[in-house]
């Protein structure tokens, strides 16, 4: 059975920073050759994309309001994805998610195989 583990949550004051980390298990979960990717969720609203690695960490993508704030890497080795997130706004407040896809661009929630449970961000002004 596949699982994806998020961890590395809190709350921190604006400006500050965070490094969230996705840790994927299960016996058969060929993690390298998955695309994965960042999402967020906050209180009232829809769950939207924040940034995507590819399978070799090769290429990264990110929604408009995190770019040159937040930074995706994986660990292969570790079966780990992590985002770093630096100049933290109170509306990065969140629970973020990562999610798991084959396909190289994922553009909709059915064409990710998994997903994690969420871990909360909360940033103060």
Request: glycine share 10%; net charge positive.
């Amino acid at each position: 059975q596949v699982q994806l583990v998020e961890s590395g949550g809190g709350l921190v004051q604006a400006g500050g920073s965070l490094r969230l980390s996705c840790k994927a298990s299960g016996r058969t979960f060929t993690f390298w050759s998955y695309t994965m990717d960042w999402f967020r969720q906050a209180p009232g609203k829809e769950r939207e994309f924040v940034a995507r690695i590819s399978w070799t960490g090769g290429r990264t993508n990110y929604t408009d309001s995190v770019k040159g704030r937040f930074v995706i890497s994986r660990d292969n080795a570790q079966n780990t994805v992590y985002l770093q997130m630096n100049s933290l706004r109170p509306e990065d407040t969140a629970v973020y998610f990562c999610a798991a896809s084959r396909l190289i661009a994922p553009s909709d929630p059915g064409q990710y195989a998994y997903w994690g449970q969420g871990t909360q961000v909360t940033v103060s002004s």
